[in-house]
Every structure is written in structure tokens, then in C-alpha cells.
């Protein structure tokens, strides 16, 4: 079936014209002008920022015009990310979307719902001119995916409402009223080189599932980077080896599935039986939660080339053993839900040395803090430094909130059963919101996805639909 042909075909359209736009993190200038030239066709009172986040404002219809202001919220950019076989250009190349039964994705790339959906539906529901509603005051911002980065800079002074669905959840009927806070670390390790001579050795680890740091850290699937930190302390300690290259990840806030090194080794029988080893160590440990785990070798030719120390060399084995990575803690107020975590999801070998970046994550804002310290230490120690960015603040549940409970009232009526109601690890912009409007109340939803920020992403379309008609039924009744 062609995407125009699925319903509802104002949200699809929409999130096709969108999908043709490249939206990535840090490249949202194309998608927020697009959001302009929108209002300005349907003549819509709208605001555009230094860093392109967006306001978009419609007025109530007629009957409506005292009821309280609604705010839709949602962002704009996407973690981009293609296979590594894909020739796509998601830096100036749309997506090609494709729909198999239920299941709406991106040829051989990330599809972007999280959160072009949000961006589709707002759309939809300012073009529309078929049901009643309260003034609308659609919010789009920039950068979420790298820290919020949108959110923390809009001006919400032109916005009435005091109460916001953020739409940015990837489980229908699950009603999010909390979540973490967050920050992004990076740490940087100097590396000395200097020529060193042996077999060429190519080295990857890879077969992995991958997901979101925020929504699957507690599935314990394997980190590519961090994998690859275990090889390398066996090789550094078990063999004479000097490091070339490093590659890992896509993105802070996604778990790597892929990380790719090139050493300079001396005995390449010896590094052979440490990867034939690892392999069958990874492949026990992982074998539910990452059964297509791999650790691949090549070895070629002798050769001398320009690589890291063989001291130095040792000194990244040891700090990418030695970082701490996953679930650091639970919860131990609310069942299930992870506290405190970090995922290593950038690692790099680049001329000033190792660099390897970090989404950390807490509902406690101590506890977030303590996670940074410890990086900073272990870093440091080794004669490395650490810097922070995207600080973003967590969203705490409010016990009070009208929203909410007109939100389930009518999931009752439209689904016969009873929602979900409960908060996230992962991080949502209410936070930053909130800290603009504090007497703001936030409840945030979307459609059924699977496997976000990876190429495997998928969006129900069969769930778009439903949640398209509660979010219409919602706006009527608010």
C-alpha cells in the first residue's frame, strides 16, 4: 500500500512531506523553515527562534473561545542513523519510507517517528477544519535527541495554556507523567603516537541489537564500545599491540551495535585465540539478550605505520574497561523503573586521542551528578579530562493534574479498558517546560513503536489512526 493511501491521510501526508526533509539532529534549519511556510499558508499566528524551534498558534473555534488554552508539544529532529551498507546521505537525502502490513519504517535508515509523528499530528490538527477545539498553540523545537537543546532556549511567552501533551511516548495507552533527567558527557583520553611495525589486525564487534539508552538500557543488551574496551584490555595485557583506529556508535542516547578498531599487533596467533575467545565468552553471556554477538578479526600484512604508543595503547584499555556502563540503579519507589544509568554510545580514535561520549541519566539529581563525578575521576587519572552539555532537568509526577484524568476519562470511553498511567528513564522536554511555566500540566503519549533511534525503527499505522481520533476526541472535551 502507498503511504497517501493510509489513514488517517492528513497525519500521513504530513509525515511523508516531512520524511522528504533531512531532520537530524543539528540539521533542523530545512525542517523548521518548512514549519514556517506552513503557518504562513494557512495564515496561523507563528514564531520562529534563533535556533529554529517554532510556535504555531490557532485560535479556538467558534463556542470554544473560553475554554483553556491546549499546548501540543513535540520535536522536530531525529537520531539518523542508515546501515552500513546504505548509501543514503541523511544529511541531504529524505527517507524512503516503506509499509509492510501493520508496520510503517525507512528503507535501510531510522524512520524518524520519534518524533516526526508528534510534528505530523500537530500539523494535521491545525490544517483541519472539521472539529471543535480550544486555542492551539503547537510547539516545535530543535536538538532534543543531543540534550534538550531546543527547549531549554524557546521563549513560551506568547503561549496562553497551562496545560501541554507533549506527544514523544512510543507505547499507545501508556501515559507518561515523569521522567529522568539528564546530561551528556564526553571524555577525552591524549594519546601519543609513534611508528611501531607488525600485521595490520582489523577487529569488530557487532551483531547487536542496539535501542534507545533511555527506553531499553534495562533489557542489559550489549555495548558495542564497551565490548570493544574488554577486548582491548585482554590484547594490551595479553599480547604487544598498539592501537590505529577506533570507531563506534551514532549517537549518545542509542545503544552501539557496531564498533570497529585497527591495531598494530606483534603475534597475530596469540590475538586470534583472544578474539576466538572473547567471542565465545560474549556469546554465553549475551545469548539471550544479544544472540547475533560477534568479535571479527582480520589479519593482513606487515606493515609500519604512524599508531598510538604501545604505553598509551594500554591506557585506553584501561579507562574503556574501566567506565562504568548500563543500569547503575533502581528505583526503589516505583517498581521496574531504572533510577540511574549511562550508555557509552560514541567512541572515537581522533588526532588529539580517545574521545568517548555518554548519555547519563537519574531521576535523582544527586545521583546524576555523583555518575558524572566518577567519570570525571576515572578520566582524570589517567591524565584525561571530561566536559559536560545538554544539562537537562527531570520531569517529577504531580498529583494534581486535571489533564491527566480527563486524558484517561476518555481512554475509558474510546477503549473500553483502563490506561496505563506511570513515568520513564528516558528523557522528555516537559522538564525544561515546566521550569518556563511551573504551574504547566504534562501528560505526554503517542503511537505504538518499535526499536527507535535504530535502522529497525517501525511505526503502527493501524495506532496512528487511534491515536489520532483520541487526540481529536481530547481536544473536544478539554
Known sequence: MEIKNLEPKSVFYYFEEISKIPHGSGNTKAISDYLVSFAKDKRLEHYQDAQGNVIIIKEATAGYEKKEPVMLQGHMDMVAV????????????????????????????????????????????????????????????VDEEIGLLGAKEIDLSCCKAKRMINIDSEEEGIFLTGCAGGMRVDCHLPMERTENSGHLVKVKIGGLLGGHSGVEIHKERGNSNTLMGRFLALAAEETECCLLELQGGLADNAIPRETKAKLIVKETAKIKEIAGRLEQELKKELATKDPGVYCQIEIEEETTLLSVTRDDTKKAACLLYSLPQGVQAMSADVKGLVETSLNMGLLSLKEDGIHAGFSVRSSLESAKYALEKKLYLLTKTLGGNCTTSGDYPGWAYRVNSPLRELMLKVYRELYGKEPVVEAIHAGLECGFFLGKIPELDCVSMGPDMKDIHTTEERMSISSVKRVWEYLVKVLEQA
Open 82 to 141: 542508515k546501515k552500513p551498507e546504505s548509501t543514503v546521505d541523511l544529511t541531504t537525502d529524505g527517507l524512503v519510507l516503506e509499509v509492510e502490513g501493520d508496520w510503517l519504517s525507512a528503507k535501510d535508515t531510522s524512520l524518524g517517528g520519534d518524533d516526526g509523528i508528534a510534528v505530523a499530528y500537530e500539523l494535521a490538527l491545525l490544517a483541519a477544519g472539521d472539529f471543535n477545539h480550544p486555542r492551539l498553540e503547537c510547539i516545535f523545537t
